[in-house]
């Protein structure tokens, strides 16, 4: 077993991580290991945790927190006359470690040597120590001293590599320090003189004047002598830094007090990590690069678990040099001799993509986070937090990353594991200097040897030995560039009459465009040029159609769309496209083009077709998603407000779903398209199908966690519909935009924008509209507590699908109503609702049911039935899954546990809460979250699992405050204070009781009997 205090406290054992416990019992395990084999008395670990103002229990709360250590972590702690010690060996304690390594770099003379032992020293480290717990004595007192030995290694390791000559490691790492520590001068001296000696001058003299300033607005100070000396010798070195800084700098005539360090990595710890294999297919005929494939599985081999560090590659060239077919080649190759078996992630960072903004790193970060299994709402806001969640949930982990078309630096170097043993392949364009001991592959341009042996693998020996030379100015024509050889090994492949004679004539005569990526004086666009002049009239049509898709990508009807044809029709063509190079197929009939292929179908587009023609395509692909999502939303759920479309039938191209799985598979495909095409047809103020394609689209986005895409779609098609004054538009979308921000906790926000939309839609006499406007009312008022209002908005839809004779809408209504009188306590009701919802057996029921059902599951647990409350949970469940509700799977699962729970199965029923959670951040389903963590909590307590119990209750509480779910933090704060004496923290028992008993008075629940109950036993004023 091992031990981390250099970064969150943190327990390993058979590279797994441990549960440590909470902030309290991480504090003190973190404590005892700084001091290994030194007692630790109970004095200090008072202080460590409250400062001056411990609480009367603090001695017992200490002891609570010794008592789950030794028994999570047997042997390791024992007790002495005034406090603990934690008896563990060194080498297994990341400082001590640490220590060790600065105590051998500080007597090796070598300075090669050195460099490696400080490399590795800070390696050790993973954040900021004891990150998000403590008092500030502790913060002073272990803390500080701690950063300020990572501050000295980290000079020490500048001074060896500045001494070996490596100048550009020294500013890649000492840059970003100079920012964070801008007082401290030893490090600005280094810099300065490793920007001197790279012949960065001006960025020195810029590192100089940056001191300057803030050492005399903030301290009133100028630098010292000794970076003042440096300076002078910069301003009169003329010759690029080949003189001056002849001397590493030592310690300064004074430090400035050390600042606090802006710790960005609070996380308790990372949730769980999700492997994955995200690679692209592998070419099955990789030809050449065997020098470049060599080095890229050197560095994934050469570092076993044990490796120091973690391992870049970086692979430049320009366009079409097949940097990423390389990266994709060499990730399988190290896949199968299974180098990497954490996960395989692949991310197109979209640094040269037509019509796109490259992804901001932040925005990169966003999307590995999800792909690893952290859900969206967990996911920080600032690029700085992003990126050590990202380095905290790869931690201890063998992955291989592939960061793909990738645009600078400041791109790429927040994307960067940490963790020994991974391995990063970065695709560029550019050289991207700074990337501290990473390993470039550059890929130049094939020579005729491999560009010969890629035409014998496609095209066969004996096509080649009759035109040999021919075959040679070819490839210098191209050259060397892999996607124009491809290119014409794809046409000569289906043309056996071409001669390599005439292709070469042919490559002659197109010397035009894309002058901005000429490689060696060939232009890259002459290769396109001449596979396109090579197809024939319908590949043409399909390649220049396919130029104006409507997002990224586009599947087989997508292109049906685009070309007025039968998929039957179009697929061929397709391929086509697809084996010369011109398209990729993504996975089965999905396809994109190449960054630089797509532009420049897009213009020819322009130049060739008529506008007309244009126009008429992209309307019938934006018209082709809006037909396909409506129909695909139905298979989502229930849908109270249903329209007609206002575009023509689009059968011929449609691709039928049936089921609800194919539709929520659609939509995963075409998440990012839908959005575009919102866009589209907002930009041409079409605002009928833009708010109707809004509407379609809305549901998905909020069941899977795509809350950007959600607020963005809808924000956009309720401009265009009030700017054209569409009321029926606008007021359908205010109720999408009302879904948005009630998911986000903004219920004030939400209410004023389903209000709106109701009194519209009333107004234009559209009682379905009206209908769904106030069912998504009651989804808020129910949010925020306020159930009297909530069954109000029920009941007034239950009695117009009553009068309308609208069976599924009432079988679903009843199935509300009777949730929400289950948490008032009126079971009669709630049974008689659940019962009348499954005696409705209609289309589109079956959601219904699941809520029926579980609610008599759970008002049969209320009564002490539980064969019943089983029976009616598990069908309950089944149903939920074999219909693919996430939703309603994760409340039923929890439910179950209660159930568990109730009949005394203790163990089991912290399994189902910890499933249903689990599911939870799986869908990024999060509306359940504080009522799951409530019922996880009240569980622990009655296993006497307390410190487990607080924790959960202040998470449900924490996150029902944040979303100001009233219900939900009035529950929280009831259990919390009822746990044991000596957990109560950070208000009274009798606070947090009145607070609950308020609560639960003005909503109208039980709950209110048991609080006021508690708060007269403990002699406390409501």
């Known amino acids: 077993m091992e031990f981390g205090v250099l970064g969150p406290i943190t327990a390993w054992a058979n590279d797994e991580v441990l549960p440590v ?26 202080d460590y945790l409250w400062d001056d103002d411990p609480p009367r229990t603090a001695r017992s709360v200490i002891q609570v927190q010794i008592s789950h250590l030794r028994r999570a972590f047997p042997e390791l702690i024992e007790t002495t006359a005034g406090g603990y010690l934690a008896r563990v060996e060194p080498s297994l304690v990341d400082l001590h470690r640490f220590r060790g390594l600065v105590g051998d770099a500080k007597n090796v003379s070598d300075s090669a040597d050195a460099a490696v032992l400080w490399e590795r020293a800070l390696g050790c480290w993973r954040g900021t120590p004891f990150s998000g717990i403590g008092s500030d004595s502790l913060w002073y007192t272990v803390v500080e001293p701690l950063l300020e030995e990572r501050w000295a290694a980290t000079l020490a390791w500048a001074r060896s590599v500045f001494s070996l000559g490596r100048y550009q490691e020294v500013i890649t790492r000492l840059t970003p320090l100079v920012r964070e520590e801008p007082s401290r001068e030893p490090f600005h001296h280094l810099l300065m003189a490793a920007l001197q000696r790279s012949g960065q001058r001006a960025a020195a003299l810029s590192v100089y004047r940056e001191m300057r300033t803030y050492l005399a607005e903030e301290l009133g100070v100028d630098p010292n002598p000794e970076i003042q000396e440096l300076h002078q010798q910069i301003l009169q070195d003329n010759d690029g830094g080949v003189r001056g800084a002849d001397t590493l700098p030592g310690p300064p005539p004074r430090e400035p007090e050390p600042k606090t360090e802006n710790d960005i990595a609070t996380l308790e710890g990372p949730p769980e990590f999700a492997p994955r294999n995200d690679l692209p297919r592998d070419i099955p005929d990789f030809t050449g690069r065997e020098q470049s494939l060599w080095e890229l599985l050197h560095v994934g081999q050469e570092r076993g678990s044990d490796a120091a560090r973690s391992e870049i590659a970086v692979i430049t060239g320009p366009g079409g040099a097949g940097k990423t077919t390389l990266a994709v080649h060499a990730a399988h190759r190290l896949i199968d001799i299974d180098r990497f078996p954490d996960g395989q992630l692949f991310i197109d960072l979209h640094g040269y993509t ?11 970060l966003g999307s590995l ?18 990126s050590a969640l990202w380095r905290a949930m790869l931690d201890s982990r063998r992955v291989l990353v592939v960061l793909d078309n990738a645009r600078s630096f400041a791109q790429v170097n927040p994307l960067l594991p940490a963790a020994p043993g991974s391995l990063t392949m970065v695709t560029t364009r550019n050289d991207l200097p700074g990337l501290s001991g990473a390993r470039y592959v550059p890929l130049k341009m094939f020579g005729e040897k491999s560009s010969l042996q890629l035409f014998r693998n496609a095209l066969g020996d004996e096509r080649i030995d009759v035109q040999e030379e021919h ?137 060739v077709l008529p ?11 934006a018209d ?15 849908r109270v407000h249903d329209y007609d479309l206002g575009i023509l039938a689009a059968s011929r191209y449609r691709n039928e779903l049936s089921s609800r799985s194919q539709a929520i598979a659609w939509f995963e495909r075409h998440k990012d398209n839908l959005a575009s095409a919102v866009d589209y047809y907002a930009s041409l103020e079409i605002g009928e199908q833009a708010w109707q394609l809004a509407d379609s689209i809305w549901r998905y986005y909020e069941s899977f966690g795509y809350s950007e895409l959600l607020l963005s779609t809808q924000e956009r098609a309720l401009v265009v519909s009030r700017d054209q004054g569409n009321d029926r538009g606008s007021a359908v979308t205010l109720i999408g935009l009302g879904i948005a921000h009630c998911l986000a906790g903004r219920f004030e926000t939400a209410l004023e924008l389903l209000n709106e939309a109701r009194d519209t839609l009333a107004a234009l006499g559209d009682h379905e509209g009206e209908t769904r406007a106030h069912g998504n009312l009651g989804m808020v008022y129910e949010r925020m507590g306020r159930f009297r209002e909530a069954m109000a908005h029920l009941e007034k839809i239950l009695d117009h699908a009553v009068q309308v004779g609208d069976r599924r809408t009432e079988a679903l209504q009843r199935g509300n109503i009777a949730t929400l009188c289950q948490i008032l306590g009126d079971y009669s009701r709630a049974i008689e609702q659940s019962e009348a919802a499954l005696r409705i057996e209609s289309e589109g029921t079956a959601w219904s049911h699941v809520a029926a059902m579980r609610v008599l599951g759970e008002v049969a647990v209320r009564r002490g039935d539980f064969d019943q409350a089983f029976c009616n949970l598990k069908e309950a ?138 708060l007269e036993r403990r002699d406390c004023r409501a």
């Open 21 to 46: 416990g909470g902030p309290r019992q991480r504090c003190v395990l973190g404590v005892l290991l700084v001091d290994g084999g030194k007692e630790v008395t109970i004095e200090r670990l008072v």
């Open 611 to 621: 506008e007309s023609e244009i126009e008429a395509a992209r309307h019938s692909l």
């Open 471 to 607: 075959a040679r100015r070819v490839a210098r024509l191209c050259g060397g560039l892999p996607l124009a050889l491809r290119i014409v090994v794809g046409r000569m492949v289906t043309r056996p009459r071409w001669t390599f004679d005439h292709v070469a004539q042919r490559l002659s005569e197109n010397q035009r465009r894309f002058r901005e990526l000429r490689v060696e004086g060939q232009d890259v666009e002459a290769v396109f040029e001449l596979s396109y002049q090579s197809l024939h009239e319908t590949q043409r049509r399909t390649f220049l159609l396919l130029g104006m898709m409507i997002g990224g990508t586009v599947d087989l009807h997508g292109a049906a769309a685009l070309l007025d044809s039968d998929p039957s029709e179009i697929d061929d063509p397709l391929q086509e496209l697809v084996s010369v190079c011109l398209l990729e197929e993504l996975e089965a009939d999905l396809f994109r083009f190449h960054d630089l292929i797509g532009h420049f179908a897009w213009q020819k587009a322009r130049q």
């Open 624 to 638: 082709h998603y809006l037909d396909v999502a409506h129909k695909a939303a139905r298979w989502l759920g229930p």
């Open 369 to 386: 986070l999800r792909a690893v299994g952290v859900d969206p709402e967990a996911i920080p806001e600032s690029e700085e937090e992003r």
């Open 354 to 364: 037509v019509d796109q903004e490259p992804l901001t790193a932040a925005t990169a």
């Open 877 to 1014: 469940l089944e149903l939920a899954e074999h219909l693919g509700s996430p939703s309603d799977e994760i409340y039923t699962r929890n439910a179950l546990a209660v159930a568990q729970r109730e009949s005394g199965d203790l163990e089991n029923a912290v399994e189902s809460h910890l499933a249903a959670f689990e599911r939870a951040e799986e869908t990024a389903q999060r509306s359940a979250d504080a009522e799951i963590l409530y019922e996880l909590g009240t569980t622990y307590a009655r296993a006497g699992r307390y410190d487990e119990a607080q924790a959960s209750f202040e998470r449900a509480l924490k996150l029902a405050q944040e979303r100001k779910e009233r219900y939900a933090e009035a529950r929280a704060l009831l259990e919390l204070a009822v746990l044991p004496s000596g957990l109560e923290e950070p208000h009274t028992t009798c606070d947090r009781l009145a607070a609950a008993y308020a609560t639960f008075s003005e909503i109208g629940v039980p709950e209110a009997e048991r609080a006021r109950t508690e």
